[in-house]
């Protein structure tokens, strides 16, 4: 197994090196785009599943549609040539940081503190999944904010108002394929959702999916051009955040500690709260590719 | 029984290899996009079909070979409908160079 | 329903609603924050009372779950969030309405409480991302081509921050196997551990936007929209600010290597900022130019402060932040107010015949007042400590830049004041002075506040002095 | 733990490509790859020092996953940015 | 009782100022009323407290603003004396601006910071420890800098600007003197008997070095000789400002800080001790020729004033700096007689100014038939600036050659009398010019001066005439400072 991680972690440094080197800027995206498959794979070798599963949902798939919608958009910046020096000085700059990480990671090898802590708690959280255990119940809080980030980047995006062509169908072909491919993105969201409390899965990796289908449909053209849902999407967007505050305040009420849920009922509320978190992560997502407010 | 499914599972991983090979092998060798394409979308899906065949038979739990299922019914349908997009795009790109100088 | 749990989740609520209730926002956003005055008001009462208050979320305990601690230093920092966002509040609430930006003000102030209150690493990592994007939104928000070309480099250089606090994370976690604060103080004992510290340093410094690595920031603060660019420079910059001094409180003797640095760049900036605010030709651009001073003096202080554990000197910065951020505020409310009434920013056309010195202009004068550090100020206090500290140290050139640092930015101050007190011949004898509106009330009150500060300055500094738990 | 050796390295190397990009290219597009590469990097090699004996410790892997949906908001903006940045300049 | 007094008396006019300030410039009536209410009602006050202090009962008002460090009001003697010529001259000085500036523009502007500078004033007689002293020592410089630059012009600006480099500078000195002091001594209170006497172990080189910076502070405002730059400069402000702040208030404050410094922080023996007291000296009394020197050659008659003013005040530096009684009853009684004659001068001067557009000494000939009135009122100060018995100024000029033969100093008397000389040489000109000259044929009659502009020389002038005559009486300058030196020397 040792030849199968280091061709991929190879193949990584290589993608990426062809992402940011390459001349043309769309080659530039597909060798991303590589590379995010490679670096979910490589995820998965590195033994976290929901991190691979969200990688390639996320970090591949919407950013590179991201990025896909921006490459034409922004124009190549006038190459001016930099001074050899800057170019010396950022070689030397990257290479002494990169070099004191690895010696950093390479030579310390304590015990972390947060395996036995977490198999010691997890009874309580409600779940079994470890990972979901501390997004949800440990370390919700850091959620929380995470989804205020979503929140907040889709809030600067609504102020910036970019201008997003009406998403032209892509051909024919195209709506027979969403035709297929959106049922089945529904299914797996609510399996992965579902599956999330014991097994990898959970709202990022089910809300990222979602906006891939909801993509699909509107690169299809089957909907008319989604005019009348962005505020209904933008509604949706928010009340992710609205509901896990007021969930977080009412368990406040319940238990008398912020994000306390109660002692029997961890595993609903968690769930409840995934749930509202899947619909509002993709709302958001898809508001980020499509942008939140019409301009024309 | 298991020893069969064993082998006959490696026999399917090693063509589904094997396929995947020739398809990197014509996108390197030949010269435009319509070809590489045509590679492409034959032999990737053949490819992950064999392999993924190849892994329900070592995998031998229903559920597996279900997921695996699906993960062929799907890279066939996306490969075979991004291969007729570029092709479509390629086409209108070409013709608009054609009628414009 | 404690204070700290509803101080942290009251402006994410109001953000929310703010967002799903475009018109009511201005009064929502009003009432969300004077709420979140009284409650930081009656966590700082709480605190004087009986001392610092921890709590943790969810009920899990420190390395695994992430606790608040409201010391005495955060109360000080809440509460100079608080009052300058009311002030802010008033002004947007009176002024021309823009749509967004009350949900990215609710935002960050939501995002700066989580950052004071919070003492997990990577927790702070994550509401610097929400306080980053904010920010830039608020910049954006001027819709100018400068302001949305100084917003993306501004969100560049927060990025390239956060991910070079994130890597220092990830390094502590490597070295020491946890991310919560006492992880600092374990950081300084190994040379890896030191490599993570510096890490984090070096990313806190380019989102405290301390020299050399503060080119993003002049831009931005002074393309954006006034109330926004008042948020940002006393604000915004001061979370970056408070963490630095956070690493130094936790890491005590271990961190002495960061304060020499912070020292060392902390001078550079105080004279680097005021070199070029006597140069700048536009009123914002200047007293951006005079934030770059300002936080190199506090890093300066925070830098020559020494182990905290040892001394109280570091609590003469947390007094410099706070008459700062609110001195600050109020001078960028009074030069939107200034910019508006004269139509432009241009410092050699501030005399212009038919309008006379209005009260924006008063109010910048009294902000400068502070900014200087003349006394009463809270600002004289806080150098008054500052010296006092070195003296005893024996830091004598630490003494003579920071005097050097005053007399510059008194130079570059006065360049503006005294064409605030244009008359004679360069007013018309018809020339009608602007009227009053709530901007002005924003300005005049923030500024006053900060010149009465350093006479109630008993309060905060027994704030700072209640022992952290 | 070798296998988890030549991912360190991967890590390292993409930081290093990153750090050298952002600091020379003036191109907005490429400076946002730049910064999400750099990102990946960190989570790599985070989820490498994660890796302990019964397994990958759960709490980084939560990190990551926040890290993960923390920069596809933030290059979200940038991009949005990147774009109005692009049409201001033309008009 | 005892807090409530130095409040109201510090109220009258620190809380009068905003109210003033947020005045439309229309409100004339309403503006010249609050203004004189508030004058008239600060003097009684002090003439209460002085009555009060007479009798022994002591005032303090204390603020803690952190551990070690508080804003403290007193009323001592020597506090009541400042403040007793600070409040009887603004009360005059005010009458005597709301008449010169009729028809002016910013006038809520010039009487908020006018009465602030008044407030800082007080607050720096009041001040109980060296901290107080430097809040309202500072707050002085910002009151007065509108006031330089009151009408606006480029030069005014110019004026202003040297005159912020010169105080600011002098502030940032006095900051790091008191911050050094406080360090070294902790809470730094003003004694009778001096603080710093019972500080065995501080080395006297720090304390020597103290001291230089604290009176390099404090010796910008009483323009000694290097730092003195600034007031002629600032002569370009309107007459009832420098008559009211660079005759009396600012000046003043620089002396009144010296006598502090060297009184009640240093305490006589310590300067002594460390051999500071001759060097204080020399540079006051080579201010005293300097300025002479200088006035000589001045055409401008409120420049030659400047100058006057700037070797006067170095005679109550002189009086400080020569230790003994008499000499300091010498210092403490011109701070009074100085104060009265040098505003006497300037307000007759502004008079010349805006009656007759006289404002050079040539200019001058027989303005004793022109502007009989305002050409007595500066007789009478000129002479008594000279030193000519019955006048003020004689009184203190005596005590001060007194005090010199007592400290064994007998320089002092050659120096008194060569000074006297340069007084009459530059004063005795501008006298024959108005008296005996024939006014120049073909000028015009100027305006009839208003009441308000004339009523304040002719009732200082009286003043000067009572402070000589009357020197013997107990509640006159004279014998105020003999109460307050028994407390300092006995």
Not at chain 2, 58 to 65: E, I, N, R, W
Not at chain 3, 143 to 162: C, I, M, Q, W
Not at chain 5, 245 to 263: C, E, N, P, S, W
Request: proline share 4%; hydrophobic share 60%; charged share 10%.
């Amino acid at each position: 197994m040792m030849l199968f991680d280091s061709v991929i972690a190879a193949a990584c440094l290589g993608a990426a090196a062809m992402a940011l080197f390459a001349r043309d800027r769309i080659a530039a995206v597909a060798a991303f785009l590589v590379m995010g498959l490679l670096v979910a794979l490589s995820w998965l070798r590195l033994g976290a599943p929901d991190v691979a599963l969200a990688e390639a949902a996320i970090g591949a798939g919407l950013t590179g549609a991201l990025l896909l919608r921006s490459a034409r958009r922004v124009p190549k910046a006038s190459a001016k040539a930099l001074p050899p020096a800057q170019w010396l000085g950022a070689a030397l700059l990257s290479l002494a940081v990169s070099g004191a990480i690895l010696w950093t990671a390479l030579i310390v090898e304590t015990a972390a503190i947060y395996p036995a802590l977490v198999n010691e708690a997890l009874p309580e959280s409600g779940v079994e999944n470890p990972v979901t255990a501390v997004l949800l119940n440990f370390r919700a809080w850091d959620t929380l904010l995470e989804i205020a980030v979503l929140f907040a980047a889709l809030a600067v995006i609504a102020v910036v108002k970019p201008v997003h062509p009406r998403i032209a169908p892509l051909g024919p072909m195209m709506l027979p394929f969403a035709r297929v491919v959106l049922p089945l993105t529904i299914f797996l969201a609510g399996h992965l959702l579902w599956q999330g409390g014991h097994a990898p899965g959970g709202a990022f990796q089910a809300g990222a999916i979602l906006a891939g289908g909801a993509i699909a449909l509107g690169l299809s053209g089957m909907v008319r051009p989604i005019r009348w849902g962005r505020a209904a999407l933008a509604g949706l967007a928010i009340l992710g955040l609205g509901a896990f505050v007021v969930a977080a305040l009412a368990a406040e009420l319940l238990t008398g500690a912020l994000l306390g849920y109660p002692a029997g009922a961890a595993k609903a509320w968690i769930l409840a709260i995934e749930s509202a978190l899947t619909l509002s992560i993709a709302a958001t997502l898809l508001l980020l590719f499509i942008g939140p407010a019409e301009r024309h | 029984m298991t020893a069969l499914l064993h082998s006959a599972g490696l026999v399917l991983m090693i063509a589904g290899t094997a396929f995947l090979a020739v398809a990197a092998l014509g996108v390197w060798r030949l010269p435009d996009l319509l070809s590489r394409l045509h590679v492409l979308t034959k032999a990737d899906t053949a490819g992950v079909a064999l392999i993924a065949l190849g892994a329900a038979c070592l995998a031998q739990s229903f559920t597996a070979t279900l997921s695996l299922l699906l993960c062929t019914l799907l890279v066939a349908l996306s490969g075979a409908t991004t291969g007729h997009l570029i092709a479509r795009d390629h086409l209108d790109f070409a013709s608009s160079q054609e009628d414009s100088p | 329903m404690s204070d700290i749990s509803l101080i942290v989740l009251l402006p994410l609520l109001a953000a929310v609603l703010t967002a799903a209730l475009p018109r009511q926002a201005a009064a929502i956003g009003t009432l969300a924050t004077g709420l979140n005055a009284f409650l930081a008001a009656n966590l700082g009462r709480q605190i004087l009372h009986s001392g610092t208050v921890t709590e943790a979320i969810g009920d899990w305990t420190a390395p695994l779950g992430i606790t608040f601690d409201a010391n005495g230093l955060a109360s000080v920092m809440l509460a100079m969030a608080a009052i300058v966002g009311l002030a802010v509040s008033l002004q947007a609430a009176a002024g021309p309405a823009r749509a967004g930006f009350w949900p990215l003000w609710m935002a960050t102030l939501g995002a700066l409480n989580g950052l004071f209150l919070s003492s997990d690493l990577f927790n702070i990592y994550v509401a610097f991302e929400i306080l980053g994007l904010a920010a830039v939104g608020l910049t954006a928000l001027a819709g100018t081509r400068a302001s949305l070309r100084a917003a993306f480099d501004y969100l560049t250089a927060g990025l390239v921050g956060s991910l070079l606090v994130l890597l220092g994370i990830a390094l502590s976690y490597s070295v020491t196997g946890r991310v919560d604060m006492e992880a600092v103080a374990m950081l300084t004992q190994s040379d890896t551990g030191r490599i993570a510290l510096a890490l984090i340093a070096a990313g806190l410094v380019v989102k405290a936007a301390l020299f050399p690595l503060h080119f993003w920031m002049p831009g931005a603060h002074s393309s954006a929209a006034p109330a926004a660019s008042a948020l940002l420079s006393a604000l915004v910059v001061k979370g970056a600010l408070y963490l630095v001094l956070r690493l130094s409180l936790e890491g005590g003797a271990g961190t002495e290597f960061l304060r020499n640095t912070l020292a060392v760049l902390g001078a550079g900036g105080m004279l680097w900022g005021a070199w070029n605010a006597l140069r700048a030709e536009r009123l914002k651009l200047l007293v951006a130019h005079s934030t770059v001073a300002q936080i190199g003096l506090i890093a300066l202080a925070i830098g020559v402060a020494g182990n905290p554990l040892e001394t109280g000197l570091w609590q003469a910065a947390a007094l410099l932040m706070l008459s700062h951020a609110l001195a600050k505020a109020a001078m960028f409310l009074a030069v939107g107010r200034i910019a508006e009434a004269l139509g432009h920013d241009r410092i050699s056309g501030l005399n212009r015949e038919e309008l006379r010195p209005g009260p924006a202009e008063f109010a910048f004068a009294i902000a400068a007042i502070s900014l200087v550090g003349l006394p009463p100020t809270a600002g004289f206090i806080g150098k008054w400590f500052l010296i006092e500290g070195l003296i005893d140290k024996g830091g004598i050139h630490w003494i003579a830049l920071i005097l050097l640092g005053t007399a510059l930015s008194a130079a570059y101050l006065s360049r503006v004041v005294s064409r605030c007190l244009r008359g004679g011949p360069h007013v018309s004898a018809t020339a009608r002075r602007p009227p009053w509106r709530t901007g002005d009330v924003a300005a005049l009150g923030l500024a006053t506040g900060a010149l009465l500060l350093g006479l109630a300055a008993a309060l905060p500094i027994s704030l700072l002095e209640t022992p952290f738990a | 733990m070798i296998s988890d050796f030549a991912f360190l390295i991967s890590g390292a190397g993409l930081i290093c490509l990153a750090l050298f990009r952002l600091a020379t290219s003036a191109d907005l597009l490429m400076r946002v790859l730049g910064l999400n590469v750099l990102a990946i990097g960190i989570a790599m090699v985070l989820l490498v020092s994660a890796r302990g004996a019964e397994g990958t410790d759960a709490v980084p892997q939560a990190f990551t996953l926040t890290g993960i949906v923390v920069l596809v908001g933030v290059t979200a903006a940038l991009l949005a940015l990147a774009e109005r940045v692009a049409e201001a300049r033309d008009e | 009782m005892s807090f409530f007094l130095p409040l109201a008396i510090l109220m009258t006019s620190l809380g009068v100022a905003p109210v003033i300030l947020m005045m439309p410039d229309s409100a004339r009536r309403l503006r010249t009323g609050v203004n004189l209410a508030a004058a008239s009602l600060k003097v009684a006050l002090v003439a209460w407290l002085s009555y009060e202090v007479a009798h022994g009962t002591s005032f303090d008002l204390r603020h803690s603003i952190a551990q070690g460090l508080e804003l403290h009001l007193q009323a001592d003697a020597l506090s009541v004396l400042f403040l007793a010529l600070s409040s009887i001259l603004w009360l005059l000085t005010t009458i005597y601006a709301v008449g010169y500036l009729e028809g002016g523009t910013d006038r809520s502007r010039f009487f908020g910071f006018f009465s602030l500078c008044v407030a800082s004033t007080v607050g720096i007689a009041m001040a109980g420890n060296l901290f107080t002293f430097l809040v309202f020592f500072e707050l002085l410089t910002l009151a007065t800098w509108p006031l330089v630059v009151h009408r606006g012009t480029s030069e005014a600006h110019r004026a202003g600007r040297i005159y912020l480099a010169y105080t600011l500078g002098g502030g940032l000195a006095l900051t790091l003197g008191t911050i050094w002091l406080y360090a070294l001594a902790g809470e730094v209170a003003f004694e009778p008997r001096g603080v710093l006497g019972d500080i065995p172990e501080t080395s006297p080189l720090a304390l020597t070095a103290i001291f230089v910076l604290l009176i390099a502070g404090v010796g910008v405002k009483a323009a000694l000789v290097p730092l003195h730059g600034w007031l002629p400069l600032s002569m370009v402000a309107p007459a009832p400002v420098s008559a009211l702040l660079h005759a009396v208030a600012v000046v003043k404050a620089g002396a009144f800080g010296i006598m502090r410094i060297v009184y009640d922080v240093y305490g006589v023996e310590t300067v002594q001790a460390l051999g500071l007291a001759a060097p204080l000296a020399a540079l006051a009394a080579l201010t005293i020729l300097w300025g002479s020197f200088r006035a000589l050659t001045q055409d401008d008659l409120k420049k030659r004033l400047a100058y006057s003013t700037v070797s006067q005040v170095s005679y109550i530096t002189l009086g400080v700096a020569l230790i003994s009684p008499v000499a300091a009853i010498g210092g403490l009684a011109h701070l009074v007689h100085q104060g009265i004659m040098k505003i006497t001068l300037f307000l007759a001067a502004g008079n010349f100014a805006e009656g007759e557009g006289v404002k050079t000494v040539r200019a001058m000939d027989g303005m004793g038939k022109r502007m009989p009135g305002a050409m007595l009122a500066f007789t009478v100060g000129a002479l008594g600036m000279i030193g000519i018995p019955p006048l003020a100024g004689f009184v203190s000029k005596w005590y001060l050659g007194a005090g010199g033969l007592d400290a064994g100093q007998p320089m002092v008397i050659a120096l008194l009398a060569g000074s006297s000389l340069l007084n009459a040489a530059y004063f005795l000109p501008i006298l024959y010019r108005g008296w005996f000259c024939a006014p120049p044929e073909g000028v015009t009659p100027g305006r009839r001066l208003g009441w308000m502009l004339a009523i304040p020389p002719a009732t200082t002038a009286t003043l000067v005439l009572a402070a000589g005559l009357l020197a013997s009486a107990p509640f006159s300058p004279l014998g105020w400072t003999r109460f307050i030196v028994s407390l300092e020397y006995l």
